[in-house]
Every structure is written in structure tokens, then in C-alpha cells.
């Protein structure tokens, strides 16, 4: 297919996809893992394999040992890394960066180039792990733990939210689908023949909607409102990829039940005051392990699915 034609179809499917997300409020927030079907491949061929990775801090795994940048908190042990040693004849050119948000990809980061930078038409895959910092993520958690002890059974963040009559936060979401399926489209248009995967998010609070305050202090109902959340906001990049004509690669599902809440020898999320070398409501070690078998599994489908 000419990269001309495929252009204005995936551009054409990402304002598709959009428009969904005006249901994402009512909608049912589904698990994030969907059979595979028809992908377009990488355009490596049999020589050197040409990976960037585009991301936040999820994917440059802050604390984490050993860190390579300290700027970016970037790991070499983070999932790009991980996904390049098992991957034959592999080159990385991991970008991801602490903090960065959808602007990050055209913008500077302090002294560090903008991201999309690293992507040129010899990029065989490329990854994409974003959206998180553009919906305020840091700050979500900060007023959730801050606004706990006023209702410490109840749901006192998710009525801080909802406060105007519409839930801040899947606005938040919506607003930031066409600034991702932007991002998708650069990419696109850089690496015509890339094999494109938008990385979601691991799952960081109990899946049943429980809680573990005070080890997490939100309030007790909030565990859930905020569980939710997440998922809304992997539903939506599972959207934008799929209209976007990427591959959506579910890393929730595989960390069900090692979330932040779960003891230190089980769980792959820290909580707020981590117990191993990771940043807080962050991936540890295993997290990052969790996440780049995540990705080899997508890769190994050769013709696999968004």
C-alpha cells in the first residue's frame, strides 16, 4: 500500500475514533486485551531491527537501576531495554523522558530534543507510551490523597472532580485523544513503514475496586473512581491506536493483582513511599518486566491485531 493513500486513511480513522470518546463517560469500561487481526509489519527486512521509544516516565523507569540519564530518569533496565536484549539484532533509541506530555513529541524538554526527532523512515518499530502527564496525573494523585482525610470511607476526589456536573477527568481523556492520535499520525508520516505500538498503562490500584489505606491514603470509595480512570484512559488510547491505524498493546491485564497495594514481594506498582528503587504509583523492576513481555508478545505476532 503507498504511504500517500495510507495517510489519509489512518488520518481519516483517528477523527472516526475521536468522536467516540464523547461516550467515554457512560460507556462500559472493558478489559484491555482484544483478539488479534491484520497489522501491518516493520520494514527491516532480515537486517538490523530499529527501535525508538517515545514515552513518559512508565516507560523511562525513574529510580529504577541503573539509570543512563538522570534528566529523563531513564533506565536501562526499562521496557524498551529489556524488549532490545531479546530482540535479534536490535538497536534502541529509547527518548522517553520523566514528565514529558504529547508536546514533548514536537517541544523540547529542558536540554532534551523533541521526541519525535528519533523517528525517521529507517525506524522499524516504534512505541508510544503517552497521555498520562496531559490528563495531570501527578496532581490527580496529590489531591486524592490530600482531600482523604475529610471523608475517609467515602468518595471526597471523586466529588472534587464531578464538582461542576461533569467528571474532570474523562474530559481530561477526551481532550487529550486528538493530541495522541496527533502524535500517531507524525509517526505515520516519519516511519511510513514501521510497525507502530501505543503502550497503555499498568494496572496501580486493585483491580475489584478495594482499598489499602493508609499504606495508599485515598479514601475508601475513591479506589475505584480512580481505578476506573485508568481504564478510561486505556480504553481511549486503545481507541486512537485502532482508528489511528497502530497496534494497542494492553499492559493492565498482565499486572492485575500486583498493583500498589498489593505486599512488597507480589506487587510490580509502588505505592507512595515506594520499598524498591522505583518513583511513586510507578512501575518497579518487575513492573518494567511485566510490561516489555507486554510488548514481545504484541511483536511476536507478525501479523498481529490492534
Known amino acids: 500500500m503507498q504511504h500517500d493513500v495510507r495517510t489519509r486513511r489512518t488520518a481519516g480513522r483517528g477523527r472516526k475514533g475521536v468522536t467516540l470518546l464523547a461516550a467515554l463517560g457512560s460507556c462500559a469500561l472493558v478489559a484491555a486485551s482484544a483478539a488479534p487481526v491484520a497489522a501491518h509489519g516493520g520494514g527491516g527486512g532480515g537486517g538490523t531491527t530499529r527501535y525508538v521509544a517515545l514515552g513518559d516516565s512508565y516507560t523511562s523507569g525513574p529510580l529504577i537501576p541503573r539509570q543512563v540519564d538522570a534528566y529523563c530518569a531513564r533506565s536501562d533496565h526499562n521496557y524498551p531495554s529489556l524488549v532490545t536484549g531479546r530482540l535479534r539484532a536490535a538497536v534502541l533509541n529509547d527518548v522517553s523522558c520523566g514528565g514529558a506530555t504529547t508536546e514533548n513529541m514536537w517541544k523540547p524538554q529542558g536540554a532534551k530534543a523533541p521526541q519525535l526527532d528519533a523517528v525517521g523512515r529507517n525506524s522499524d518499530i516504534v512505541s508510544v507510551q503517552i497521555g498520562g502527564n496531559d490528563i495531570g496525573f501527578s496532581s490527580i494523585i496529590g ?3 490530600q482531600l482523604a482525610p475529610q471523608d475517609p470511607t467515602g468518595n471526597p476526589c471523586q466529588r472534587h472532580y ?33 510497525r507502530v505500538l501505543v503502550v497503555g498503562y499498568p494496572d496501580l490500584l486493585p483491580d475489584d475496586g478495594s482499598g489499602c489505606a493508609p499504606s495508599v491514603p485515598f479514601a475508601t470509595r475513591d479506589f475505584r473512581y480512580l481505578r476506573d480512570t485508568g481504564k478510561r484512559l486505556n480504553l481511549m488510547l486503545r481507541l486512537v491506536a485502532r482508528w489511528s491505524g497502530a497496534e494497542y498493546v494492553d499492559t493492565y491485564g498482565p499486572t492485575v493483582g500486583h498493583d500498589m497495594c498489593k505486599p512488597a514481594d507480589q506487587r510490580w506498582i509502588e505505592p507512595l513511599r515506594p520499598a524498591s528503587p522505583a518513583a ?14 507486554a510488548v514481545l508478545k504484541r511483536l511476536s505476532h507478525r501479523h498481529g491485531g490492534r
Do not use: F
Request: glycine share 6%; charged share 20%; aromatic share 0%.
Open 280 to 293: 511513586p504509583a510507578h512501575p518497579n523492576a518487575k513492573g518494567e518486566e511485566a510490561m516489555a513481555g
Open 143 to 145: 489531591t486524592c490523597a
Open 162 to 194: 464531578n464538582a461542576s456536573g461533569v467528571d474532570e477527568l474523562t474530559a481530561a481523556i477526551a481532550r487529550t485523544a486528538p493530541k495522541v492520535a496527533r502524535v500517531l499520525r507524525a509517526v505515520h508520516d516519519r516511519a511510513p513503514h514501521a
